[in-house]
């Protein structure tokens, strides 16, 4: 069922014993949505605590902290989870038994017995503020930190095309509120760490252009992942580079895995599709960013992917 | 003499013929502010013009396109310029003839008749907005394209300190004046040229770092522009880059400009005062972000900016 902002504030106005549930793989707008709500119903003086399946990033670490609990859960809430798939081993307890869904993607299953459902929000946090503004309750600058963080990571500083005038106004009244928006752009949009600086040249010096600049290719070998010391997670910045270059409607990072295994990255502009691609050989993902691995050798690893990407061109004609 | 908003307005809506300055190397808040309000002036049924001394940078052309002509000015104002060392030759009739400065440059030489200037704005664009508000004229779409454009290239789109709530809620304002924002985001952070790929690919490679890492310098030469095809106005975002690796507090790009001559572009984090360590050396700008040209060899320009950069962390202790 459909609820409105104002039957969610209703409902968690009367709530118990509150446990939120943070998706797999945390990013910034699930743990922002998760620790904005928890720290606003603690407020209230309620029992509250946020669960995620896998260990939260390090730059999200703050505003989670304090936010675990023991107490046994009456209430059970999911934010920003469109699928029960994406719920991971430790929230598995509470398969088929969320009470309410706060959630921004148009893709929800509707898997929550009630669910707060905006596609239009930009961020899940978007709609934690507007529930925190129903309910009426101060906006502490550590939830405002909270929920900007939520916004930004969401809306890649207000770059990508969720961005919405309501987004503007939220972010300008977070501010107001005191969030430390300054070091929560820097931390997330400003700071490149040395080994991340180090593979990025490298990687650029590996670019490679097909398809009369349509397709541009970068490689990024386990040597010099080990040499500039840059960790998997970090190269997801790298892997956005040859799509933003001019002309470019395909962008390919190819990272070497081990012996003869490539995982491979694409990200394409608005005319390919993508996980199409990544589909050939047996990977998935979005529209507009997936990925694959495939076996061989790194040629065979390069032919393959050109192809798919070069037949992909080719269907557009 | 400093004006305010009000008076700004009631002086724009007796004037007649006006020929509206923008700085040497336009950025994207020059060419926004001056094109916007001689849009808007055009709109009250004035004859209005915009005069740069530079080739405008392709990304800007649309906003400015038409805003030329021919007639005689009767009255002058300047738009994003602090200082009349930025008109260049094209601008020099126009040495100390200015009626009217708009600016948000706390460096302003005051060397206009009447300066708007409000440090606080994060672009000169959010004060156009705040004079067509007060003009009480509508927002046409295309102008708000100008004020955004302005508004993202002065805010690094959101992400730097100068960000404002303010600044928020005339992006939202201007969103809904029918602005062509995602548009926009895309043109100026999500593509690259191939030249802009190819020199940040041989800046990269130029990276030193000084003072415990706390200094990182990226040289530009002019040998390298030529060969890449990067123009000037297109190395913003490169200036942008040493400042981003984790630990460094200054961030210095040198381009070579000609013969023993170097354009220094500093950008530093909240503890150091760029415009102070420019002014050394004739140079302004903001706190976070400013510049200046050293005359000498390249090495006697680094050891100059290097040592002043070095004596700036020192006074830190």
Do not use: W
């Amino acid at each position: 069922m459909e609820i409105s902002c104002k039957e969610t504030a209703a409902f968690l106005q009367k709530a118990e014993d509150i446990l939120i549930l943070c998706h797999r793989n945390p990013d910034g707008d699930t743990i922002g949505s998760g620790s904005g709500l928890c720290r606003a119903l603690r407020q209230m003086g309620k029992r509250a605590r946020i669960l995620v399946n896998d260990p939260i990033p390090r730059k999200m670490l703050k505003m989670a902290e304090g936010l675990d609990g023991g107490f046994l859960p009456k209430t059970i809430v999911s934010v920003d989870i469109a699928d029960e798939q994406l719920f991971g081993e430790a929230l598995a307890p509470y398969l088929g038994k969320v009470d309410l869904a706060i959630d921004h993607h148009p893709s929800n299953t509707h898997f929550a017995q009630r669910v707060f459902l905006d596609p239009s929000a930009a961020a899940t946090t978007e709609l934690i503020f507007l529930i925190i503004r129903e309910l009426d309750i101060p906006l502490l600058p550590e939830i405002a930190d909270c929920l900007y963080t939520g916004l930004i990571t969401d809306s890649g500083c207000f770059a990508y095309s969720n961005t919405t005038p309501r987004s503007h106004r939220i972010a300008a009244d977070l501010i107001e509120a005191g969030c430390s928006y300054k070091q929560i752009n820097k931390l997330f949009f400003e700071t490149k760490s040395l080994s991340v600086m180090a593979a990025e040249r490298e990687a650029l010096n590996s670019l490679e252009f097909h398809f009369d600049g349509r397709v541009a290719l970068l490689f990024i070998s386990l040597e010099m992942m080990e040499r500039t010391g840059v960790m998997e997670s970090e190269l997801d910045g790298i892997s956005a580079i040859p799509r933003k270059i001019e002309g470019v409607e395909i962008g390919i990072t190819i990272k070497e895995r081990g012996k003869n295994e490539y995982k491979i990255s694409l990200r394409t502009g608005e005319s390919v599709d993508a996980c199409a691609i990544c589909k050939n050989f047996g990977g998935g993902g979005h529209a507009r960013a997936a990925g694959c691995t495939i076996e061989g050798s790194l040629d065979e690893a390069k032919t393959l992917i050109l192809g798919a990407a070069g037949q992909a061109l080719e269907e557009l004609k």
